[in-house]
């Protein structure tokens, strides 16, 4: 399928997106997804599951129903019998995969592109389909829980657990759990393990950073507690307001790392989905628009910019980029699905209490 399906609504924001660049841009995702419905980095680069659903989430936020589908059947065909995903896959091929290790957050995060399918599309044959495959990865990825209810990052190759936690990859698991517990509610199979592991990854998340690597320096440790729906109310407007100065440049992006000068599109397309959560609409458009620049030829967006050099850096355009743009577009511009699985107003939110010491 090469064009959006009939009935699908145009994405456009003022500033950031007419309806036909936003089509551009959800047409040069489509085509670099390979036949097998796989979806790289870029066409010949590698694929990881998590960015590979981001890209395939913005095909269905701009009506390409039936490509976001193939990526999922992707996923569905290619998962290990434990339940996981391997890292990266070169060029998308998963007869020959390139980093062996198992990421608990790239395991977790098809909950929420399965969700936000069944959601846009409401295809039941679909989501009784992936049912069982997005109770697979979520064990395997509950498998790495630590006892403080962080996620051990990653599973090595030849099996041992990573105890260490990222910041980051435990808050993007905790929208995955309550995107899964969603399926479960709507597959009638009660979960109530993931209900008890939801509230303490929460818990530890909100209360205990000592239970995580020292990430700090990076961008996404700052913003991704609120992106991942851990934080909200004023605990997240506080961590956003004390992060800013160090990570936005205005009118070019947010950095990637506080020390570099470099911004990246796929950190400022999701610092804005974070913003939107908060109802920090203004500020949202503001970050996407800062981004412009980023935008190349045909639709797609540079990963990154160093301004200190007034140099693209690297020069790649990654879809993963341009989906991040697409879902932070299509939240601020009302569509359903991607605000019910980023904003979580209808999500399980699990055992709320503070549960572990």
């Given at each position: 399928m090469t064009s959006a399906e009939p009935g699908a609504e145009p994405l456009a924001l003022s500033g950031v997106l007419t309806a036909a660049e936003a089509d551009d841009t959800a047409r040069a995702i489509a085509g670099e997804q390979r036949a097998d419905g796989a979806i790289p980095w870029f066409a010949g680069h590698h694929l990881d599951p998590w960015d590979h659903v981001e890209a395939a989430m913005a095909l269905d936020t701009a009506g390409r129903h039936e490509q976001a589908a193939a990526a999922y059947d992707w996923l569905a065909r290619h998962q290990n019998p434990d339940g996981s995903w391997y890292a990266a896959y070169a060029e998308g091929d998963a007869t020959r995969p390139t980093d062996l290790g198992r990421e608990s957050n790239f395991?977790?995060?098809p909950a929420v592109g399965v969700l936000h399918h069944y959601l846009a599309t409401g295809d039941e044959a679909f989501r009784r389909r992936m049912w069982p495959v997005v109770h697979a990865a979520v064990e395997f990825t509950l498998g790495l829980q630590q006892e403080g209810g962080q996620l051990g990052w990653r599973r090595d190759p030849d099996g041992t657990p990573v105890t260490d936690a990222l910041l980051t990859g435990s808050s993007s698991v905790y929208q995955s759990l309550r995107c899964a517990l969603a399926l479960a509610d709507l597959a009638a199979t009660p979960q109530p393990d993931w209900e008890l592991a939801l509230g303490r990854l929460g818990h530890a998340v909100r209360h205990h950073p000592e239970r995580f690597l020292d990430k700090s320096r990076y961008s996404m440790d700052w913003y991704y507690p609120v992106l991942?729906?851990?934080?909200?109310?004023?605990?997240?407007?506080?961590?956003?307001?004390?992060g800013w100065d160090d990570f936005v440049i205005p009118d070019l992006g947010v950095r990637c790392v506080r020390t570099n000068p470099w911004v990246t599109g796929g950190e400022s397309a999701e610092l804005a989905l974070a913003l939107w959560t908060m109802g920090l609409e203004?500020?949202?458009?503001?970050v996407l628009r800062s981004i412009g620049h980023l935008r190349a030829e045909g639709g797609l967006y540079w990963t990154g910019y160093v301004y200190a050099d007034e140099a693209v850096w690297p020069a790649e355009l990654t879809t993963?980029?341009?989906?991040?743009?697409?879902?932070?577009v299509a939240a601020l511009t009302g569509d359903t699905a991607t605000r019910a699985v980023f904003g979580g107003a209808g999500l399980p939110r699990g055992l709320e209490a503070d549960c572990c010491a």
């Open positions: 395991c977790a995060y991942g729906g851990v934080l909200r109310g004023s605990a997240a407007r506080a961590r956003l307001a004390g203004r500020r949202a458009v503001e993963w980029t341009a989906g991040s743009l697409l879902l932070a």
